[in-house]
């Protein structure tokens, strides 16, 4: 079946620009995640949703950062004001959630963002 | 103090050698525990969970020491195709989120 998707693939945008970064978690699958990974580093985690609502918000860095979810399947991660230190992969991830333990979270491709 | 630390190699090995990578957690909360394979310019992806018990999946081992903090991946006869970076990765009980590692580099020498 399909995997997670992610649009653009690339973006480059000018330092102050507004962004929107597109994600299709797998059918059915009740969690997503937004996650940034920055050349050499692991993924760091920016939010969490749960259906519609963010369950946990705690990584994104400031308020210039914001996502939403509005009918519980894809999310757009909307980043004001770009600085040339958000550029990064921002890869999105969802999983099943049944319950009882973690579940397997799926990545899709990532957004490769360069702000010039 | 990183809440995940990793050696980032890299690593170059020979193929058909073993190799063993380990990895340190700083929350002694932590309640899952994982290796993820990312190739270059990949997603990354779920190479195998890592209980206390210790877990074999082929050419792949994975063991977890609680009192330590310490979680270790060992691969066996190593193929060409093993190249890549290999994600330490630990989350929280009732915490949904991943803590990834900085990644360890590995290349697999013909």
């Known amino acids: 079946g399909a995997g997670v998707s992610q649009t653009p693939s690339n973006k480059v945008t000018e330092k102050g620009k507004y962004v929107e970064l597109r994600c299709d978690p797998i059918?059915?699958?009740?969690?997503l995640y937004w996650y940034r990974q920055s050349l050499g580093q692991g993924p760091e985690f920016l939010i969490y949703f749960q259906g519609t609502g963010a369950a946990d918000d705690s990584g994104l860095p400031n308020d210039r950062f914001f996502a939403v979810r509005p009918e519980g399947s894809v999310s757009t991660l909307k980043i004001q004001r770009t600085e040339r230190g958000d550029s990064a992969v921002y890869l999105c991830?969802?999983?099943?959630?049944?319950?009882?333990?973690?579940?397997?979270?799926?990545f899709g491709p990532g957004t490769r963002l360069t702000v010039l | 103090r990183k809440e995940v630390e990793q050696d980032p190699g890299p690593f170059n090995v020979p193929e058909g050698a073993t190799v063993a990578f380990n990895c340190t957690y700083s929350n002694s909360a932590s309640q899952s525990f994982f290796w993820y394979r990312q190739d270059c310019r990949k997603e990354p992806k779920l190479l195998m969970s890592v209980y206390s018990s210790g877990n074999e999946d082929g050419r792949f081992t994975a063991q977890l020491n609680r009192a330590s903090q310490y979680i270790s991946l060992l691969i066996r006869d190593s193929k060409l195709s093993d190249s890549a970076t290999y994600l330490c990765?630990?989350?929280?009980?009732?915490?949904?989120?991943?803590?990834f590692g900085t990644g360890t580099r590995l290349t697999i020498i013909p």
């Open positions: 990765v630990v989350n929280g009980f009732g915490n949904e989120k991943l803590t």
């Open positions: 991830a969802s999983s099943s959630l049944r319950g009882g333990g973690v579940d397997e979270q799926f």
């Open positions: 059918s059915g699958h009740t969690a």
